[in-house]
């Protein structure tokens, strides 16, 4: 669900930058979400294949520390963004409205 999210919020920073600087901003943030899904997955399918004491703490220490890092990483992508796109519209009162309409319509 994390993932739906953050893809949702890279969508509307694509559609709101420059068209010169769209990859650039969001392809990271893009790049942090497929990431820190590969390392759910990983921890997912060794946690269901061994169930040991020993290999859970290894887990969570290969898998579980690096998913948190890149879900945190790419939070502070977005929210970086978001800002300063908002700061430079001029309106931001307006591109938070449109981005709080569609945040709605995604959730519903």
Do not use: K
């Not at 430079?88 to 449109?98: I, M, Y």
């Amino acid at each position: 669900m994390i993932s739906a999210v953050q893809l949702f919020f890279a969508r509307a920073i694509y559609s709101l930058c420059r068209p010169q600087l769209r990859w650039f901003v969001t392809a990271p943030i893009i790049l942090l979400v497929l990431v820190h899904f590969g390392f759910d997955m990983v921890a997912v399918v060794t946690t269901f294949v061994d169930m040991e004491a020993s290999e859970l703490q290894r887990n969570r220490f290969y898998s579980v520390a690096p998913s948190a890092a890149t879900t945190a990483l790419a939070e502070v992508l977005i929210t970086v963004s978001l800002c300063v796109l908002l700061y430079d519209s001029g309106s931001g009162l307006a591109v938070l409205r449109v981005i709080l309409v569609h945040l709605n319509r995604f959730t519903s």
